[in-house]
Nanobody, 119 residues
Framework: QVQLEESGGGLMHPGGSLRLSCVASETPHSINVMAWYRQAPGQERELVASINSGGSSKYAESVKGRFTISKEDAKNAVYLQMNSLKPEDSGVYYC?????????????WGQGTQVTVSS
């Protein structure tokens, strides 16, 4: 069982920056994707950014050019640098791990960290 621990959320004014961190207890799958999702009150959880074991990343259109996802394999960590924050970036941010095995996939979620962007 992969455990994910997020940190780095908080309150920030519009235009500010925050950096989220997620550390996995292990990454047992050589092929995996780590991602950040967010969920605002009353809305569905949405993908913000992902990065696969090969280092390729993807972003939601709403955060392109402002957010950067990166990973540090030696620490089983993934980060989300969020710049030029907007009020609509507010929500609970969840770390997600998808592991690809032979004939199956497994996924795990972190507990989430709150990000609030407000003046």
């Amino acid at each position: 069982q992969v455990q994910l621990e997020e940190s780095g959320g908080g309150l920030m004014h519009p235009g500010g920056s925050l950096r989220l961190s997620c550390v996995a207890s292990e990454t047992p799958h050589s092929i995996n994707v780590m991602a950040w999702y967010r969920q605002a009150p009353g809305q569905e959880r949405e993908l913000v950014a992902s990065i696969n074991s090969g280092g390729s990343s993807k972003y939601a259109e709403s955060v392109k050019g402002r957010f950067t996802i990166s990973k540090e394999d030696a620490k089983n960590a993934v980060y989300l640098q969020m710049n030029s924050l907007k009020p609509e970036d507010s929500g609970v941010y969840y770390c997600h791990y998808l592991g690809v095995g032979i004939g199956h996939e497994v996924e795990y979620w972190g507990q989430g960290t709150q990000v609030t962007v407000s003046s």
